[in-house]
């Protein structure tokens, strides 16, 4: 059965090519939605692009036909119509004609009167309670959105092997491990099943003789390899757990083996410390120098409300959401244990000395559209609260030489039209699953090292 499917503004500005989404069922889109789209075209954020975008789109298919008797999307039958009609449909007394989304969901009553099987899209969770008020089908914009935390792709795992194989596998750093001789346990069954294994996963490899013999090792795509930096403490770091220790490897990785790094988990697991201090450590440490600049890049979501706008240059306005970088780096040059106040002093204007020679780089996310990176060192934190469309910029910027390290908690979320299924970090990671250019690697609750009670806080809040 053919369905009309009523988009909500907010859905074409988080994914301008959604009306292409809908296969065989018609679209539409009352009027108001284009006056609102209008309203948002001269903003220069992304939200302005996407507006703009979406009324190019519109303003091609309007070549093609007549946009209120509808237009053909695809060959597969699917249409848009722009809706003007419905306007006697009656709503709740109290709640005024005069705002859009009231005006969205008397379309939305009017089709469904009309006997057309109507389902309201939006991204907002009160748009689509009160869809329901009216008995309208409603839900959530769906095709960006991937499995929830638990079914997501951590890029790494434990599986299972005989200690034959992994006396053989200790014996040389060169030694591998052939696919067919690695087993994962099934806990629904209880019994050890041929290992699932993901190019670039990273796993710990446990005997199936003695729990106690273990090892590190990596999938390439053909076999199970050695873990080549696990020895290695840049610019003075030591991995103090497992999940570090992959974090590490796939950072020491050159830009070549390795242009994209995907690295999830909760707060105070080391996550941005640890992509500065190998970012550091290659640029000061490593010769020929692979990298020239470290930019990093945040989304400029604040915790709390907006304190307004803010004065001075880029650097100045960016600034605020650079904190946490400072205090990592701050801890990076001097270490946490410092008392003294020449000590302290000293600490912070070598820190400041990184920014003023340019060899650390601060900048909005939303300026990088359109640019072309050279040998940078690139991080882009707090990825959870950009979009898919925002993530797919950015990992498309990289030149020849350049390294992208994306960073997030998915459980984060400030963003009001994101959650942990629809965020940029979660859509990048699992489209790009399995990529022989990309390595992930999730961070878990116990692995958090900031201080005991972050660790709580992480896990019980």
Sequence with gaps: MKKCYVIDTNVLLHSPNAIFTFNEHTVIIPEVVLEELDRFKSESNERGANSREVSRIIDTLRTTGNLLEGVALNEHGGRLQIETNHLNTKLPANWPRSKPDNRILQVCKGLAEADHFTVLVSRDTNMRVKAAILNIQAEDFRNEKVASIEEQYTGRGTIYTSSEVMNAFHQSDSNSIDPASLFAYNEVTHSLVAAPLETNQF??????????????????????????????????????????????????????????VIIKGPAGTAKTFYALAVGLYQHFDCRPRDYNHILICRPNVPMDEDIGYLPGSEADKVSPFMRGIRDNLFTLMNGSTIDDAKELAQAEDTVQLLFDRHVIQTEALAFQRGRSLQKYWVILDEMQNSTP????????????????ILLGDPAQIDHPYLDSQSNGLVFASEKMRGSKLCFQVTLQHDECERSPLAAEAALRL
Excluded: W
Aim: include cysteine; charged fraction near 20%.
């Design 389 to 404: 469309r925002q993530a797919k910029g950015v990992i498309t910027r990289p030149g020849l030489g350049t390294k992208i």
């Design 203 to 260: 796993f710990l490899i446990r005997s199936t003789d003695n729990d106690r013999h273990t090892a590190l090792g990596r999938f390439n795509g053909e076999k199970l390899v050695h873990l080549r930096y696990h020895k290695h403490n840049p610019f003075g770091v030591v991995p103090r757990n497992i999940g570090q220790i992959f974090m590490q490897e796939c950072l020491m990785m050159s830009a070549a083996e390795a242009p994209l």
